[in-house]
């Protein structure tokens, strides 16, 4: 079996603070020697040119870095000028996403769908990019169903995409059975685990009602038993995390991508614990 690839994701910071700490917090996470940095992308744009810039400064410390590029609210042209702002800048990875509507937003651009987004970064600069999609284990919490997910994720390795990454998950067993079901379908890309750190049980209820992601009910029950006891949260949570990324890994998984919300801590935490 091939060694797991890691990749860590940043979002764009939006203040000179935010940036500072993002440095510190990089150059920390770069010390885990991770694959590639990814670095998100705002709804329709809006922080186009932050995920730029983070991406060039990633660069220029000698990582590969891999933007995040949604087609929501944008135009053909609007996106051939970031690929090519990409293309000149030496980037070769990007993780093609539909995206998110910002609120109050009008249309949803020329591009619905991340697999047309796919299809047009292939026409456009052909095979220049490694390109990574998103997978649902649990189902895009705007599918009709899980075989209608199944077939827009089929349609995305159709368009061209070489990998993907899932939503993040608490449950080993649906990651396993999103990957059979896949490769039922005869699709053979590598689908990494996305991977979530548990270190704040407000903010983890929020992101997951957000974007569909089941919380099993006895991480819930014990996560609320300890209140705002932030230390036994993170202890908590580091077990959690680490059992689930042992079970992913020794179950097959071509490799973990953690979502660090821009913070050392937790991501090198659980890597330290999976290298002991």
């Known amino acids: 079996m091939e060694t797991p ?3 860590i994701e940043f979002f764009p910071p939006k203040t000179p603070e935010g940036a500072e700490k993002l440095r510190i917090a990089r ?19 809006s922080t186009q040119q932050g995920t730029l810039a983070t991406v060039r400064e990633i660069q220029a410390a000698g990582h590969e870095a891999a933007p995040h590029l949604s087609c929501i609210g944008a135009t053909r042209e609007s996106i051939r000028d970031v690929l090519k702002q990409y293309q000149d800048s030496g980037i070769r990875r990007v993780v093609a996403l539909r995206g998110d509507l910002p609120s109050g937003y009008g249309g949803a651009g020329e591009l619905r769908y991340a697999s047309e987004l796919v299809e047009f970064i292939r026409q456009e600069t052909g095979d220049w990019f490694h390109i990574e999609v998103a997978a649902y284990p649990e189902m895009h919490p705007q599918a009709r169903s899980p075989q209608d997910d199944l077939q827009a994720f089929a349609r995305k390795v159709g368009a061209g995409a070489n990998a993907a990454i899932t939503q ?5 067993d649906a990651y396993f059975q999103f990957v059979d079901n896949v490769r039922k379908l005869g699709i053979d890309v590598p689908v990494v685990a996305g991977i979530m750190p548990i270190t704040n049980t407000m903010q983890l209820l929020r992101f997951s009602d957000m974007c569909g992601a089941e919380i099993p009910r006895w991480v819930r029950l014990k996560l609320a038993s300890f209140g705002d006891d932030s230390a036994s ?13 042992e079970r992913l890994l020794a179950g097959g998984a071509p490799g973990l991508h953690f979502y660090s919300m821009n913070q050392a801590a937790p991501t090198t935490a659980i890597w330290q614990r999976l290298r002991a």
Do not use: Q, R
């Open 27 to 45: 150059a920390k996470l770069a010390e885990l020697n991770p694959k590639y940095f990814s670095v998100t992308f705002g709804a329709g744009g």
């Open 5 to 7: 690839d890691f990749s």
């Open 168 to 172: 993040y998950f608490y449950n080993a």
């Open 233 to 245: 949260i993170k202890a908590f949570g580091l077990d959690v995390v680490t059992g689930l990324c």
